[in-house]
């Protein structure tokens, strides 16, 4: 299974909206609602931020939102704050709805 | 709150083994299914694999299949990870990551708990 294609770096200034996008193919993204969204920091274990295309765990902020068209899913930062600099992974169900792959990853950076 | 913790830091010659331990607190063990990613030195994110802690079924992509080997010994609520025949480029954090999704319904590739990542250095 290839990577899922990310950006690899998005910015954006303090309290504007950026959107990261995820390309996979008719086999992962394209095939089922199985798109998660992690964040990770620094020497940090990764965090989910968004799990079935567009649901948020309990206590992610209400500015994260994810959506899907086609092959490509999207992570929208609404209200990008310093906090919110870090990097962006993408990850989608794939092979029959068994198996996991991962997208390239986004650097995200707060201007 | 659900808490996964992993063993400590390894440091191992190419060619040898290495298992990674990851002990879950404050949930059901079995009820969940756990992952395994990698992440090698300024690199991204890999998944490995997973295993069903109730029947102990794995899946492996095909990268890792015929030399990682996950297990589970439910009485004490924790997960493995056997690496065999290390090269360097196997390096990296290794994490545990529960699933949101349970046995009963089945998964939902959310990996919503995490490790805090045990770092395997494979060096001569």
């Known amino acids: 299974q290839s990577a899922l294609t990310q950006p690899a770096s998005v910015s954006g200034s303090p309290g504007q909206s950026i959107t990261i996008s995820c390309t996979g193919t008719?086999?992962?993204?394209?095939?089922?609602?199985?798109v998660s969204w992690y964040q990770q920091h620094p020497g940090k274990a990764p965090k989910l931020m968004i799990y079935e295309v567009t649901h948020r765990p309990p206590g992610v902020s209400d500015r994260f939102s994810g959506s899907k068209s086609g092959n490509t899913a999207s992570l929208t930062i609404s209200g990008l704050q310093a906090e919110d600099e870090a990097d962006y992974y993408c990850?989608?169900?794939?092979?029959?709805?068994?198996?996991?792959?991962f997208g390239t990853g986004t650097e995200v950076s707060v201007l | 709150q659900v808490q996964l913790e992993q063993s400590g830091a390894e440091v191992k010659m190419p060619g040898a083994s290495v298992t990674v331990s990851c002990k879950g607190f404050r949930y059901t063990f079995t009820a969940y299914y756990m992952h395994w990613v990698r992440q090698a030195p300024g690199q991204g994110l890999e998944w490995m694999g997973w295993i069903n802690p109730t029947s102990g079924d794995t899946h492996y992509t095909q990268k890792f299949q015929g030399w990682v080997t996950m297990t589970r010994d439910t009485s004490i609520s924790t997960a493995y990870l056997e690496l065999n025949n290390l090269k360097s480029d196997d390096t990296a954090v290794y994490y545990c990551a529960r699933d949101r999704g349970t046995i009963n319904w089945g998964l939902s590739h959310g990996l919503e708990f995490w490790g805090q990542g045990t770092t395997v250095t494979v060096s001569s």
């Open positions: 990850s989608s169900s794939t092979s029959g709805n068994v198996l996991e792959v």
């Open positions: 008719t086999s992962d993204v394209g095939a089922y609602d199985y």
